[in-house]
């Protein structure tokens, strides 16, 4: 026989919290509660095995009704009263409790058991009419709202008359008389909206209310949450019914709310409010200010002595920082819930530490402890969560942070600002690499087109810049020097601040609060690393962002775009006559200028990671991407023709006709990655050039270097090889000229569904294989990530797609050709070196996955490598579980 | 022991022409010809085994030079002479003979046995000093340079030399004591160029010649040859040594070459030419002119009746056309070779119509005997193979068969044109939707950009329009009206020949031979019908492509690109004001407009295929291809400036903006598909109602109309769940509405790696599969198919891939991809019906791939429809053969 029902309370408990799945999170946290002696107002909890029988039959088994029986008569036995008693009915609460804290369900109906007659014998016996009826009134409107689903607010409006009419302001004024009416109104309203009259028998209240919770299940805000969380369908909830206890009975009772650590700070301090002679719902409401908790030590000592203890007790059973409701009537208090208590990034991981050296948890308990999203907001500025917000759009959040500053419209114009000490946000339609300086310049960036992985949102994030992208609602009218938005209109020099967490743009100057990298989480993420499997890499271009990274713990570079290294300001024109070679020779030459620059990027960038491996990926972008846009250069034109400088005019016609012949329908598809390198094999020649001299030159002075030379976008194996080719001819050509033994490896990027697919025959020309998983996800879905801003929206929202498959890995589509690639990978090759180095490297769901399909490790941005290095520890600790 | 050598003619033949892997086509066919009684000179075959144990061991055992020296014994035996007999000597030739004909070998040695003296018994002998002499010097110069080495035309030099000394022209003028001269002096030159004495030994010089014979298997032309041709490395030639035989003997001896029917149209008479008094060479080198074969009748009747007999025979032995040789010595016929005749288009047509009737061959022998690129030649104009061509550049062969006509920049012009009566040659940097009209109205379109399946090739083919593409050394000078390319230019106006098979480009108005659909073709193609298994559709966009596909032979329609249908003049203002619609309700309004043309493009297609199935695809291009280019715009608004047109430059600018809006960095990858349907539900709805108005309509009439509704690009179930959820509602709409019950299908390209990783679950809502092999290679590779013209021409140089992956289905990655996709689909519903609807559906090798993989069908351009059924049909007897 099931047992459907579980009493709690009274020395009498059946439940206990590991029974969450049956009871709920309240229903078995209060048996807990019982169990560890703590005062809990009696009870009983309904399984939630009877709300999925009760949801598929509509009816309740003799048993269950049996049950449910046995339980109401154990109540009142213990608490000596009966239900709808005349004199002194037993009151009760019902309340609704899920496995987790569930909003859209019914939530509570406190006072039940209340009638006509029973109302009166209450005024009797607390001898409190006025008290009786405001318990009276509530509950009828209570259960006409969330019993009956009759509007609140049609009770609140006949409240809101009785004031007008008696020209009061507070319901403290209203008198037991007006209370009384107002009761016989609202069941009036009853009568009126349902047909039917308000049940004066208690059993019948009960059965209604219980009904109710079950029904609330599957009402479509409840539906709706479980589907957006993941929650199972068939889980249930729980019924709570528990002997109502009142903290307005005089100044010996009370209620409160209260942590059992500091929830904002993590100090080990008992945190909360009370309020004396109050109801819970009071103290929630605000009218009253509630009192620090600390002051109950004074007002009720005992009661405070009793609740402290009770918080040790808590504390050391749960193991963790717990969030509790309390009563005291008359002097006695009782425990109405205990639960684990939320917190801030910065508490959880002061929490998490401090319970570690208090011996409460241990290291695999205080890495589980902290969410990925809590360092994200440790690490970059944020909002204000008290500041009043005038939210004039929303945009993709691209990089976390928030910023605030000026408007300017150009990377010059941020460039300059930032030269005179002033801060901006730059908007734009959308960057380019030409806007990186401004960018680096500016606090944040706004753009109106693109996606999670638009250039703007990866330079971003690789920069830690907040930003905010794809927010298409924008016109930006750059010859006026402002931006329309929903009705605003935004000048230059205006403040605007973004918060690339949210995605939110919000007008004028908001207050912010600074990052702070600290010991605490210093110390969480080295036991992390202690834990972990996967590998940490970080993706960075140049030295500071690798000394960074590695402050951060990143474990090697994942990955070195060459191309970033383009843009400076003293090689952009050697790039350029490059690209505008008529031949090889032209080409080789201004290569021979690029050489000595592009090794002092890797000497800077090999001595900042200190041998740890270092992936360069050769150059990936098309050409076109170096030389000005055609725009830019029409203008440059016509300044040439009016100041007659032919030679200017020339020149920039030459520009035009080359910007025309190199100009791609689809550039993501096009002449780029291993493509450049096999039809203009003199750039990665020069490229491997500078790596190995400066690897060379660095084991010369003793130095360990440990380069890994990456093709990138190879589809056949006959890329790769052709390109290997090449680079061991030249790094074999350095080595002898320097007499210097390198030890270097050389691998790929598994990038393209033809690589995964091939990926066995590739393997054996391969020293390791990086997974990229931007343009995977761009080839695997056919989605430009520049333009998917037109269309991933309307797919959120008709639910086509959970999340943006450039934040989030999708693992269903490209998660499975990934698992197909490794397969044939290491098929032949298994010990086959693989890793992540897309966006995804950083993003925890991601990670998750990357360590449970045997990858070695990520590669994120720097500001990304503690979520990767915290991840991957639960990741680990989760398997292991398992 | 293994038999290495096998002796023919005389009645005494060890091998037969199924031997043809160990003996070479030459050898096998010489010993069948000699099993059959036919008179050859008699010989022996070294076999392709000795090569290949040669080539490994670089000797020969002794078992292997005992049988070679037992054949040369017998040779010397039948003929009754010795090798190196001062006073008669044998005389042979060696010659090499593979499986298959392979260019870039060792070919022939003659007269091998001659030497300083034997060469006077030959004199003796036949009283001719002049033929023996002449023998000596051909025999010292084919020796040094095929089996020592030397450069021919070092001997060339010497004659030349010679005859300038004598100043005579022919070598016909030159003396028996010129010519010993000539031998003594190309001995020195052997003498001179090797260090080694002219082998004076026959026994010697015919080691060394079966040496080179052998060794030239490995020489790099050789093996280039074969890699290029999938030959394997270690199949080997075999060596031919026979009897020489000389048709310069006098007015009774003679040599020719003839075809047992007419090679050029097939008919069935014996066709031929000879000389008499002549070497084989003679024949070839045209300095004489040979007589036809008949006329062999009239001068040596009765080796003419003996050679009519042998041919028939051979023609019934081998059930084929056959290409022989002959000589005739002193009035006895000889045979020296026969094979398989190598015929043009319309030979192979009508030979295998005919040998079926004749009941020499079955149906599936006639079948195989058509290659696919034959029928394109027969369905296409093509260039007099007989012209001189000035070929001025070369691009990709887009769209088969030539054209010629003048030279137009502008599809308005080529319309224009047209409407003159005047042939044009449409070239422009790339081809876009609206040049359609143009591209109708030229003769062939020539593109600088674009590959095989770039815009103007797609539509090329669909058009049946000789097309070249992507011929990148062109530029274009628009203001001039001219294009430079090579050092030509090319004005408007002047006459162009583009050959759409070769991709050439050439100057000037070449002849052209017209194409041919015989009666022939008809027959083979209804025989082919029969055998095949793989249904062939084609991809048709209006009632006259549709008509002329169903004349071709298509069995529906895999693939109809209903946006084609949006491009017309009287629809494109509707389509334009639907993309600038402020909203729903515009657009809807704008849509309502289209409904009714939509309706009639529906009924048209319906119709013309009476009943057949007719796969409709929704809208798939992005909206701003239906939009005037940005450029086009910015002129129509100075235009209206200049004419203070404030209305037009209000409505101009509205467009630019929206121009603006739409445009994306990569629109392959972007808002299209069913994106758009899903982001703009009401053009699917509209298309739909369309569909199934014009299908209701006609079912009422009685007619029969098999719709297949078809949602492109889909990644995710749930895209094709969403967008069939709305079909379903529209169509069952209009059903109800005309009360009307038509019977229809959704289905889905798959397009996309994440279509086929996710084929099983996509199945579920899928009543068919079409693969669009287009995207599919696109996104499998991440090339667009409108940039790769910029590397993969260096990519086939640099044997990186063999093919264009755009032409011809790369079955090692793409290829592997479908097949996942068919598993997957199938393994949830084993009967559903798949289908390519991509280019390669009319590609030979992607054909019988398609088949051999398990697709139901192919759907490819109309003039495609006969290539895909014959090789369907091939495909089929293929597999049946395994």
Request: net charge negative.
């Amino acid at each position: 026989m099931s047992k459907f029902v579980y009493f709690f309370g009274n020395n009498d408990t059946d439940g206990k919290s590991s029974m969450k799945d049956l009871l709920g999170g309240k229903g078995a946290n209060l048996a807990e509660m019982a169990n560890l002696g703590i005062p809990v107002p009696p009870g009983f909890t309904i399984t939630t095995e009877v709300c999925v029988l009760y949801l598929k039959n509509k009816k309740y088994s003799e048993e269950i009704t049996r049950q449910v029986n046995e339980a109401i008569e154990k109540l009142e036995k213990v608490n000596n009263k009966k239900l709808g008693d005349p004199k002194d009915p037993l009151l009760v609460s019902v309340r609704s409790g899920a496995r987790v804290s569930m909003p859209g369900m019914m939530d509570t109906v406190l006072n039940l058991g209340l009638t006509d007659i029973s109302v009166e014998g209450v005024a009797k016996k607390v001898n409190d009419e006025r008290f009786a009826y405001d318990c009276y009134r509530r509950f009828i409107a209570m259960f006409g709202d969330v019993v009956l689903g009759i509007e609140f607010r049609k009770f609140d409006a006949l409240i809101g008359d009785k004031k007008k009419e008696l020209k009061v302001k507070s319901d403290t004024d209203l008198t037991a008389k007006d209370l009384k009416e107002l009761a016989e109104k609202f069941k009036e309203v009853i009568k009126l909206e349902t047909g039917i009259e308000f049940p004066q028998d208690p059993r019948i209240q009960l059965q209604m209310a219980i009904d109710a919770v079950f029904d609330s299940w599957n009402n479509s805000r409840a539906i709706k949450y479980r589907e957006i969380n993941n929650i199972a369908d068939n889980w249930g909830t729980a019924v709570n019914v528990q002997t109502m206890v009142y903290g307005n009975m005089g100044e010996t009772s009370g209620t409160g709310v209260a942590f059992t650590r500091n929830p904002s700070t993590g100090e080990k301090r008992f945190f909360g409010e009370y309020l004396l002679n109050a109801q819970g719902e009071d103290v929630v409401a605000g009218i009253r200010t509630p009192n620090p908790i600390q002051d109950l030590g004074k007002q009720i000592p005992e009661a405070y002595r009793q609740l402290v203890d009770i918080c040790q007790t808590l504390e050391a059973h749960f193991r963790d920082m717990q969030d509790i409701e309390f009563t005291i009537q008359e002097g006695k208090l009782y425990m109405l819930q205990t639960r684990t208590g939320k917190r801030t990034a910065a508490a959880a991981v002061k929490v998490a530490r401090d319970m570690l050296e208090e011996a409460l948890i241990d290291k695999e308990t205080a890495v589980t402890r902290i969410q990925a999203d809590q360092i994200d907001q440790l690490l970059h500025p944020r909002i204000n969560p008290d500041a009043e917000l005038e939210v004039i759009a929303n945009g993709l959040p691209a990089s976390p942070g928030a910023a605030v500053g000026k408007v300017v419209f150009t990377a010059e114009e941020a460039e300059l600002r930032a030269e005179l000490g002033e801060k901006t946000i730059l908007v734009r339609g959308e960057t380019s690499p030409e806007d990186i300086g401004g960018m680096a310049s500016a606090q944040g960036v706004l753009t109106v087109r693109g996606g999670m992985t638009s250039h703007a949102a990866v330079v971003g994030r690789g920069m830690g810049k907040p930003c905010v992208v794809g927010c298409g609602e924008i016109v930006i009218d750059t010859k006026n020097a402002l931006f329309m938005v929903n009705g605003y209109t935004i000048r230059e020099n205006d403040y605007l601040t973004i918060d690339g967490s949210t995605g939110n743009v919000i007008l004028g100057e908001v207050e912010l609060i600074e990052a702070e990298l600290n010991e605490d989480l210093h110390a969480i993420l080295v036991w992390a690393d202690e834990i972990r499997e996967l590998g940490v890499r970080t993706n960075a271009d140049n030295p500071a962002d690798a000394g960074l990274a590695r402050e951060l713990g990143a474990e090697g570079i994942g990955l070195c775009r060459t191309e970033h290294m383009f843009f400076g300001e003293d090689r952009i024109p050697a790039v350029r006559d490059m690209i505008m070679a008529e031949d090889e020779k032209a080409r080789k030459k201004a290569l021979k200028k690029l050489l000595p620059m592009q090794k002092e990027d890797f000497l800077g960038i090999f001595r900042s990671m200190e041998g740890l491996p270092v992936t360069v990926r050769l150059l990936d972008p098309p050409l076109h991407e170096f030389l000005p846009t055609r725009e830019e250069l029409e203008e440059k034109l016509k300044e040439f023709k009016a100041a007659s400088d032919l030679d200017g005019v020339e020149r920039v016609n030459l520009m035009l006709q080359r910007v025309n012949t190199l100009k791609e329908l689809n550039p993501m598809l096009g002449h780029r990655g291993c493509r450049l390198g096999i039809t203009y094999p003199e750039i990665y020649t020069m490229q491997v050039k500078a790596i190995m001299e400066a690897a060379c030159e660095l084991v010369a002075e003793g130095a360990k270097v440990t380069p890994e030379i990456m093709i990138p976008l190879v589809g056949h194996v006959k890329e790769l090889a052709f390109s290997k080719q090449k680079v061991i001819e030249m790094a074999e050509t350095v080595m002898e000229e320097m007499g210097i033994k390198v030890d270097y490896k050389i691998g790929t990027m598994i990038e393209l569904p033809r690589a995964v697919i091939t990926a066995d025959k590739i393997a054996a020309e391969a020293d390791f294989f990086s997974f990229g998983t931007n343009d995977l996800t761009q080839t695997t879905f056919g989605f430009s990530r520049d333009d998917v801003g037109k269309f991933i929206p309307v797919y959120k929202k008709e639910e086509i797609l959970e999340n943006d498959p450039f934040a989030v890995l999708d693992q269903e589509g490209v998660g499975e050709l990934m698992k197909i690639g490794i397969e044939k990978g290491r098929s032949v090759k298994p010990d086959l070196k693989m890793g992540i180095c897309g966006e995804h490297g950083g993003e925890p769901s991601s990670i998750r996955f990357a360590h449970s399909i045997g990858l070695n490790y990520v590669s994120c941005s720097p500001y990304r490598v503690p979520i990767a290095r915290l991840v991957a520890a639960q990741s680990t600790i989760e398997a292991r579980k398992k």
